[in-house]
């Protein structure tokens, strides 16, 4: 059963606000308010009155509201007997993923996953992307993320397209005022990570005729972009990268665009427990919303 919509009606009751409620679940303010418009349009009858400081429920609501709540509590305990069957009362998962992962994704994914599954626990490990693969090769690692492609012997399933961008410093202005050409870089250097330049980062450096010696490395997302507010070149990274980045720059797209392919990796020689198939089902409802 999809108790997702039970579960935004009591959200809503229990934060008295739309945007409240879908930052605790960890959606959009305009997927509650979908929700809540299926919901009223199935009934026949709205559910809440919308006041301008507070959101409460109608004399139907209120009404209906003990049955939601009866509805959702049944519907846990009946997935905390399915998952004692299964196997996902206790143990241990182990997944690796590099660090724009770690940043942005992993600690919204693993909080939702742990408050689930409390006695499972997650060990994991940063790392870059061909060791990750490695790793889930070797059955290491149980689970990986990782960019394509990846070596045959391991199960990808692609999550995202990921835009690769260029930083530049904040006075810059393209040619054309809008995205990055071969025209803008002639004579610039670049600053990225060494572990970048042997993939797609390489193949849009490549494309627009950026030399070998017009490069600098750095340590890490964060220096590149310090690097460049200092004005010692144009940096290079991808849309996840930069999410969580802070500096005095502008970002452009390329006029012709480069994707890097974000993917989560397992071994072809293991089968997932019922713990890292819960896991990977949470991954995928996460980038879905």
């Known amino acids: 059963m999809n ?162 961008k260029c930083i530049t410093p904040a006075d810059f202005q393209p040619l054309n005022g809008q995205s990055i050409t071969r025209a803008d870089l002639a004579g610039g250097r670049f600053i990225l990570q060494k572990d970048d330049y042997d993939r797609d980062t390489k193949k849009t450096l490549d494309y627009y005729a950026v030399q070998p010696n017009a490069i600098n490395f750095s340590i890490d997302d964060q220096s590149i972009v310090s690097m460049v507010e200092a004005g010692l070149g144009f940096g290079i990274l991808p849309d996840l990268a930069l999410r969580k980045l802070s500096g005095d720059v502008s970002i452009y797209p390329f006029e012709e665009p480069f994707y890097r392919k974000i993917a989560l990796v397992q071994s072809k020689n293991t089968i997932s427990s019922p713990a890292t198939q819960a896991l990977i089902n949470e991954i995928t409802t996460y980038l879905a919303q």
Request: charged share 25%; aromatic share 8%; net charge negative.
């Open 3 to 164: 108790t997702f919509i039970y579960e935004t009606i009591i959200t809503i009751v229990e934060e008295k606000s739309f945007q409240k409620a879908a930052e605790k679940l960890n959606v959009t303010a305009s997927a509650v308010s979908h929700t809540v418009n299926q919901l009223e349009k199935k009934y026949g009858f709205p559910l809440f009155i919308r006041n301008r400081n507070e959101v409460v429920l109608t004399t139907n609501g209120k009404k209906l509201y003990p049955n939601l709540r009866r509805i959702l509590a049944e519907e846990r305990e009946l997935n905390k007997t399915v998952a004692a069957i299964q196997g996902l009362e206790a143990g241990l998962i182990k997944i690796g993923a590099f660090s724009s992962v770690c940043i942005n994704w992993l600690p919204d994914i693993l909080r939702t996953y742990s408050k689930k599954y409390p006695e499972i626990s997650v060990d994991l490990t940063q790392g870059n992307f061909s060791t990750i693969s490695q790793r889930v090769e070797y059955e290491e690692l149980d689970l990986g993320f990782t960019l394509l492609p990846v070596a045959e012997n391991v199960d990808a399933t692609e999550l995202l397209q990921d835009e690769i």
